[in-house]
């Protein structure tokens, strides 16, 4: 398994910014589609953007579409979440994700399931 161990988190006021990295222990690690969920109290963990191996394809929930960018840098065995106009409901606890299997062609309709090694979380609160 890869491992991953997520930083960036905080507290934050509504309209902010925050960019979060998940660093990943394996060089194979650019084989990997990548994921970035998140888990508020109470809630399902919901897959909030992906992307894949060689990071021509990328995927975003319809809640953060236009406000979060998802991107990878292989040379650094690092994916990133840059979350922009951030808002209440955006808090939660973050956690990235590789792909259970390697060279996955698309990301679009992964689940949790898909994945098979995950970062250990990282809180992110935006206050209103």
């Known amino acids: 398994q890869v491992q991953l161990v997520e930083s960036g988190g905080g507290l934050v006021q509504a309209g902010d910014s925050l960019r979060l990295s998940c660093a990943a222990s394996e060089r194979t690690f650019r084989n990997y589609a990548m994921g970035w969920f998140r888990q508020a109290p109470g809630k399902d963990r919901e897959l909030v953007a992906a992307?894949?191996?060689?990071?021509?394809?990328?995927y975003y929930a319809d809640s953060v579409k236009g406000r979060f960018l998802i991107s990878r840098d292989n040379a650094k065995n690092t994916v990133y979440l840059q979350m922009n106009s951030l808002k209440p409901e955006d808090t939660a606890v973050y956690y990235c994700?590789?792909?259970?299997?390697?060279?996955?062609?698309?990301?679009?309709?992964?689940?949790?399931?898909?994945?098979?090694?995950w970062g250990q979380g990282t809180q992110v609160t935006v206050s209103s």
């Open positions: 994700a590789a792909d259970r299997i390697e060279i996955r062609a698309a990301v679009r309709g992964l689940v949790a399931a898909d994945f098979g090694s």
């Open positions: 992307i894949s191996w060689s990071g021509f394809r990328t």
